[in-house]
Structures are given as structure tokens and as C-alpha cells.
């Protein structure tokens, strides 16, 4: 009898067996969410903006104020720090790709997504005689066809003015520093008279022959590298980058 009660006793203090197996089922779906967990990239950005988009949804705003209808009929049903340029910038690739293989412009005009935003790069030659940043009559049709596109977009505008590598040197422009950025500014202020992209939204930048596309060792190459870029800037990316 004492032999049989011992036997009783440790087996009231051993645990089940089906912990055994359930232990190892737990240990397996934490070993599996770790490894998942360490395959993904969170992008933050998209995080963020989608985020802002589902408080909006629900009418839930920073300092506990909600949306009204007038609200979302007026501004969209977007967070405040959504980012619309995703939803825009196929739209606006789409137009101006159409536009630009219709008027044969495929070697003068570039449209290239990036993580700063929306590029539009023009080849010098479509806008400018070489040396000069007086727009040309071509250009200015061109200029407002992309205002025309971009317009509806609220992100700011980025106009981004190169030169290639060779010196110039005279009254108007003592060096391609002066030439790259009245070019920028020229294009900024054709916006701002003659269509109705808000002053506000605009910006000018020259960076002279410092960020070349191509080597400036043939004459196909300085031509593409002496361009004006138009941005549309991805909100977020500034934001997050300081860049605004």
C-alpha cells in the first residue's frame, strides 16, 4: 500500500501531458511571428498617412475635434497628414506621358516618379536657346500644359534649374551659377503670371553644374544635363525630411 500511494502522489504533481505538446505549439507560433516580424519593412510614411486617412474616416482629429459633413464634401475624406500625391501622381504620369508622345517631345521631356515626388525634366533646348534663360515661345506652351496638370494637386512646386560643365562668363551671367538659377526663376514667375498655380506653392532652385545626370563628356550628354526640373514634392517626404 505506501508503494502504491507514492506512485498516486507524483502523478497529482506531474503536469498533464497535453501541456507538453501545448508548450511546443506556443513555442513554434513565436519563433513563426518573429520570423514574419522580421521579414517585413514597415514603411512609415505609409503607416502614417493611412493612419491619419482611418482617424479621418471615423472623424477622429487631433484635439478631439470631429469632421462634418461640409468637411468631407469640401477637403476629401483624408487625415490631415495624409499624403495625396499617391493618389495623384499616376493621374498626372498618365496625362503628361499622353501629352508629351502626341507632340513628339519623348528626347526633350522626362516624367519620373521618386521618392521626393513627381519630376517633370525639360531639356534645356525646349525651353531655352543655349546661354540664354529667355523662355522660348514652345516652352511656355509646354509650361502650361503642365500647370494645367498640376494644378489640382496641393503639394508645393519644386522648379529646379542645371547646367552643364562648360564656363560662362558675361554681364547677364558672371557665372552657370546665375544662368541655372534665373532660368528656375524664370519659370516660376511664367507660373505665377500666367496661370493659376498660387504663388505660395512655388519655389526656385539653380545648382549651377554640380548635379549632372551624365558625364559631360559628349555633346548629347552636357545637352541633357543642362535641363530645368519641375517637382511636385511628396508631403510626407519633406515633412519627414526636414526638406520643406
Do not use: C
Not at 142 to 170: Q, Y
Not at 204 to 218: C, E, I, M, Q, V
Request: hydrophobic residues 35%; aromatic residues 10%; charged residues 25%.
Amino acid at each position: 500500500m505506501p508503494r502504491i500511494r507514492k506512485k498516486e502522489e507524483d502523478n497529482k504533481n506531474t503536469s498533464p501531458a497535453w501541456m507538453v505538446t501545448y508548450g511546443d505549439l506556443m513555442t513554434l507560433l513565436l519563433v513563426f511571428f518573429v520570423l514574419m516580424y522580421s521579414f517585413s519593412v514597415m514603411d512609415i510614411e505609409k503607416f502614417v498617412g493611412f493612419m491619419s486617412s482611418f482617424q479621418a474616416q471615423l472623424g477622429v482629429l487631433d484635439g478631439g475635434t470631429t469632421l462634418s459633413d461640409e468637411n468631407f464634401i469640401s477637403k476629401g475624406s483624408t487625415g490631415q497628414r495624409f499624403n495625396p500625391s499617391a493618389q495623384n501622381f499616376q493621374k498626372v504620369m498618365g496625362e503628361m506621358s499622353s501629352y508629351v508622345e502626341r507632340e513628339g517631345l519623348e528626347e526633350q521631356v522626362e516624367i519620373e516618379l521618386t521618392k521626393r515626388g513627381l519630376v517633370v525634366r525639360l531639356t534645356g533646348q525646349v525651353l531655352y536657346d543655349v546661354g540664354k534663360a529667355e523662355l522660348k515661345t514652345g516652352g511656355k506652351k509646354l509650361l502650361d500644359k503642365i500647370a494645367k496638370v498640376i494644378i489640382d494637386i496641393p503639394n508645393d512646386i519644386m522648379v529646379e534649374g542645371h547646367t552643364d560643365n562648360w564656363p560662362i562668363s558675361n554681364e547677364e551671367f558672371p557665372s552657370n551659377w546665375e544662368l541655372s538659377t534665373t532660368r528656375a526663376t524664370n519659370v516660376v514667375k511664367y507660373f505665377m503670371e500666367n496661370t493659376e498655380i498660387k504663388a505660395g506653392r512655388l519655389m526656385a532652385a539653380g545648382y549651377s553644374k554640380y548635379r549632372p545626370l551624365f558625364a559631360n563628356d559628349t555633346s548629347e550628354h552636357r545637352a541633357r544635363n543642362r535641363r530645368v526640373e519641375i517637382v511636385v514634392l511628396n508631403t510626407l517626404y519633406y515633412e519627414n525630411s526636414e526638406g520643406r
